[in-house]
């Protein structure tokens, strides 16, 4: 079955750092780009980052530039986003995505982690 | 303020046929193609379209989509209870090096 699996959320104060996981399996993940999108409570879907499948091209949203980076292991089938300087806007449901090529949809997502930052 | 423009709230009777509009600009849906995303209450997004009005294997055909210039459309025809969901557009914007997405509409299924 084809799965994502994030994890790694959790509670941090404003300034903090997070360090967010997402685990593939079921596909060859080293042949997808990967993404991360994030829905802060109640409000709409907001695409956060993209790594393609060599990690050559990496893309990210001019709110988490800077502060944010992605990552990933092919050899673990493994996507991460680090988080640093987190602030309270951050707060949101973090889902990492699947897509055939960087401009192409995202076809898989997983289930999605928390990260709350208090202020 | 999201970069794609979609109304907040859609509905329609059961049986009926329901469309959500998304509008852009030439950066984003005028020189890209437009997938549309299903989310219902509690759970993560699921892909119904993409590249425009491509359908993945297993979304009823009852979803369809199409876009002119800088817009786009996701129809409903035979609109069901299980279809009451958020929907949300996105497009990749050439200015901006990324995904954009809609603000997103509730169906509501009365």
């Known amino acids: 079955e084809v799965q994502l699996v994030e994890s790694g959320g959790g509670l941090v104060k404003s300034g903090g750092s997070l360090r967010l996981s997402c685990a593939a399996s079921g596909f060859t993940f080293s042949t997808y780009t990967m993404n991360w999108v994030r829905q802060a409570p109640g409000k709409g879907l907001e695409w956060v980052s993209s790594i393609g499948d060599s990690s050559s091209s990496i893309y990210y949203a001019d709110s988490v530039k800077g502060r944010f980076t992605i990552s990933r292991d092919n050899a673990r089938d493994s996507l991460y986003l680090q988080m640093n300087s987190l602030r309270a806007e951050d707060t949101a449901v973090y889902y990492c995505a699947r897509a055939y090529s960087t401009r192409g949809a995202f076809d898989i997502w997983g289930l999605g982690t928390m990260v709350t930052v208090s202020s | 303020q999201s970069v794609l423009t979609q109304p907040p709230s859609a509905s329609g009777t059961p049986g009926q046929r329901v469309t959500i509009s998304c509008s852009g600009s030439?950066?984003?849906?005028?020189?890209?193609?437009v997938n549309w995303y299903q989310q219902l209450p509690g759970t993560a997004p699921k892909l119904r379209i993409y590249s425009n009005n491509q359908r993945p294997s297993g979304v009823p055909d009852r979803f369809s989509g199409s876009k002119s210039g800088t817009s786009a459309s996701l129809a409903i025809s035979g609109v069901q209870s299980e279809d009451e969901a958020d929907y949300y557009c996105?497009?990749?914007?050439?200015?901006?090096?990324?995904?954009?997405f809609g603000g997103g509409t509730k169906l509501t299924v009365l």
């Open positions: 030439s950066s984003n849906i005028g020189s890209n193609t």
């Open positions: 996105a497009a990749w914007d050439d200015s901006l090096n990324g995904w954009v």
